[in-house]
C-alpha cells in the first residue's frame, strides 16, 4: 500500500515537472514569435516603401491617408490591407513559400493565376466591366462616323487562358471570350471592320504564340495575328520570310512573380524581314527622346525583358520611316500592341501610337497633321473590357477644347514671330 502511494507521487511529480517543462517551452516560444514580431514589425515600418513592383510589373498601394469618413466607411482598413499586403518585407519570397506549400496540398491555383499543363501558367479570366465596354464602344462608333473617310480597324486578341484552355488544370474556370468579342462587335456595329485573330491563334496553339510565365503574347503570336491583320487592312506587298533574333531566353514575367512559381523560363525574339529594309526614327512624345530602334536593349538586363519593345508603355510614340507610299497608321494600342509594331514597319511612312491610358492630347490634331489614312484598335481582350480610358480619349468636346487651345497657340506664336 506505502509503496502504491510513494509510486503515485513520483507520477505527479513527474507530471508537475512535464507540465513546468512545456509551460516554460511555450513561454520561451512566444517570447521568440514577440521578438520575431516585434522585428517585423520594426522591418516594416523603416524599410524603404516601393511605388512600383518591377516583378509584378504594376504600381503598388500607397498608404493611405486616415479620416473620419474612409474610417466609418472602411474605405480606410480596406486600403491599409492592401497597402500592407503590398509592403509587407520579404513579400516576393513569401509569395513563392505559400505556392510550394499549396502546391504540395494539390492546388493548382495561386493568386488568381493556374498552373496548366507544359509550365504554362495562365490567369484567370475577369468579368467585363460592360458598363465602361458600353461607353468606349459608342465613343468609337462615334469616331468612326466622324472620320468616315479613313478606314476604322479593331483586332481583339484572347488570352492565352482562353485559346490555351485544355493547358488550364481540370475543373478551373475558363471565360468564354469569344462571347464577348461578339458583343463588343455588336456594340460598336458595322462602321469598325472587325479583324478576328482569335482564330488565328487558334489554329497555332500548338506553338509558341504565349508566354508561359507572362501575361503576353510572343513575338510568334503576334507575327501570326499580322499576317491576318495585314490582309484584312489591304497592305501590300506583305513579307512573308523574317529572321529571328533569339535577345534573351532567361525572361520569367508577371505571372511567375504574381504565382510565386519560377519553374518556367521564357525565350523572347525580335523579328526582321528578309526582303525588307526600313529605316526609321522613334520619337517619345511625353518624354521628349529620340531613337533609331524600336527595341531596347538596356531592358534584357531588367525584370520584365518583354520591355525590351518600346522600354515598355507610353502615351504617345511617332514613328517616322522611310517608306516612299503616303500611308499614315494611328494606332490605339495597350501592351499587346507594342511587340506587333516590329511587323507594321516597313508598311507605312508614319506609326502614331497612342495609350489611351496615359494619353491627354488632342486625337484630331493628330490625324489632320499626320493626314492618317489608316485607324487600328489593337488590344488583349481582358484589357479592352476592363479599360476605363478610351471614351475619355475620344471625347469631342475634350478634342475640341485642346484643338482651339492648340490654334490658339499657334496665332500666338504668329503674333510674336511678326
Given at each position: ?225 499580322f499576317d491576318k491583320i495585314a490582309k484584312d487592312m489591304k497592305i501590300q ?121 496615359y494619353f491627354y492630347d488632342s486625337v484630331d490634331s493628330i490625324i489632320t ?50
Amino acid at each position: 500500500m506505502e509503496r502504491e502511494h510513494h509510486l503515485s507521487d513520483r507520477r505527479k511529480e513527474l507530471k508537475r515537472r512535464t507540465m513546468r517543462r512545456q509551460t516554460s517551452l511555450y513561454r520561451r516560444m512566444a517570447r521568440v514569435a514577440l521578438i520575431v514580431l516585434a522585428l517585423f514589425f520594426v522591418i516594416n515600418i523603416i524599410k524603404p516603401k516601393k511605388d512600383f513592383s518591377d516583378s509584378e510589373n504594376r504600381m503598388l498601394a500607397k498608404r493611405p491617408e486616415l479620416t473620419w469618413e474612409s474610417l466609418k466607411s472602411g474605405k480606410f482598413m480596406s486600403e491599409f490591407e492592401s497597402y500592407v499586403s503590398d509592403q509587407f518585407f520579404l513579400r516576393n519570397q513569401w509569395i513563392s513559400l505559400k505556392f510550394y506549400e499549396d502546391k504540395l496540398l494539390g492546388k493548382r491555383e495561386s493568386n488568381g493565376v493556374y498552373l496548366g499543363k507544359k509550365g504554362y501558367l495562365m490567369e484567370g479570366l475577369s468579368a467585363p466591366d460592360w458598363k465602361n465596354v458600353k461607353k468606349n464602344t459608342a465613343a468609337i462608333q462615334k469616331f468612326a462616323q466622324k472620320n468616315k473617310d479613313i478606314p476604322v480597324y479593331m483586332a481583339l486578341v484572347p488570352n492565352a487562358a482562353h485559346v490555351l484552355k485544355n493547358r488550364m488544370p481540370a475543373n478551373a474556370p475558363v471565360r468564354d471570350q469569344m462571347k464577348d468579342m461578339k458583343e463588343v462587335q455588336n456594340l460598336i456595329g458595322s462602321g469598325v471592320h472587325h479583324i478576328d485573330v482569335a482564330e488565328v491563334m487558334k489554329k497555332h496553339a500548338d506553338e509558341d504564340i504565349y508566354y508561359k510565365t507572362d501575361h503576353h503574347w510572343t513575338s510568334l503570336g503576334a507575327r501570326y495575328a499580322f499576317d491576318k491583320i495585314a490582309k484584312d487592312m489591304k497592305i501590300q506587298n506583305v513579307e512573308s520570310e523574317y529572321k529571328e533574333y533569339v535577345v534573351t531566353e532567361r525572361f520569367q514575367g508577371t505571372l511567375a512573380s504574381k504565382s510565386g512559381y519560377h519553374g518556367s523560363k521564357d525565350a523572347v525574339s525580335v523579328y526582321e524581314p528578309k526582303n525588307l529594309e526600313t529605316d526609321y526614327i522613334v520619337m517619345y512624345t511625353e518624354e521628349g527622346k529620340k531613337a533609331t530602334s524600336i527595341f531596347n536593349s538596356e531592358a534584357l538586363k531588367e525584370k520584365d525583358k518583354y520591355t525590351v519593345f518600346f522600354g515598355g508603355n507610353h502615351a504617345r510614340v511617332d514613328i517616322s520611316t522611310t517608306q516612299k507610299e503616303r500611308k499614315n497608321l494611328l494606332l490605339f494600342k495597350d501592351s499587346y500592341a507594342n511587340c506587333m509594331v516590329q511587323f507594321l514597319l516597313p508598311y507605312y511612312q508614319n506609326i502614331v501610337m497612342i495609350d489611351p491610358r496615359y494619353f491627354y492630347d488632342s486625337v484630331d490634331s493628330i490625324i489632320t497633321s499626320y493626314g492618317i489614312t489608316d485607324v487600328l484598335f489593337l488590344y488583349n481582350v481582358d484589357t479592352f473590357l476592363g479599360d476605363n480610358s478610351i471614351a475619355d480619349v475620344l471625347a469631342e468636346e475634350k478634342n475640341e477644347k485642346v484643338q482651339k487651345s492648340d490654334d490658339s497657340n499657334k496665332k500666338q506664336e504668329k503674333k510674336e514671330e511678326q
